[in-house]
């Protein structure tokens, strides 16, 4: 992938654990919007997002997740917009988000927290 790229998007396209390595998007350093909404994704590798600082719109509408590592955004300062609707969200580490200093919009709904 080019790591100029700023917005990444690869909603429906069935992807689940099985096409998400834990270093998918470590090229795109300056990836500013990732869309992974409608997908088939039950978890993500821990790992996944720890290359993208600049990132800044994280997209994981309407996919399987039912938890999420802690550390899954301790890279992602700059977020400012996170994603997460229509998972089945039912359990969060109370530090899931500690990182997240910048974020202004994170929505939850139809989860069951």
Do not use: C, Q, W
């Not at 700023?6 to 795109?28: M, W």
């Amino acid at each position: 992938m080019n790591s100029e790229l700023l917005n990444l998007d690869l909603s429906s396209n069935r992807l689940g654990e099985d096409h998400l390595e834990a270093f998918l998007f470590k090229k795109l350093s300056k990836l500013e919007l990732l869309n992974l909404d409608s997908n088939a994704i039950s978890s993500l590798p821990g790992e996944i997002f720890s290359a993208n600082f600049n990132l800044k719109k994280l997209f994981l509408n309407k996919n399987s997740l039912s938890s999420l590592e802690k550390d899954i955004f301790a890279t992602l300062g700059n977020l400012e917009s996170l994603y997460l609707a229509s998972n089945g969200l039912s359990d969060l580490n109370k530090h899931t988000f500690n990182a997240l200093t910048s974020l202004s919009m994170l929505s939850l709904s139809v989860s069951s927290i």
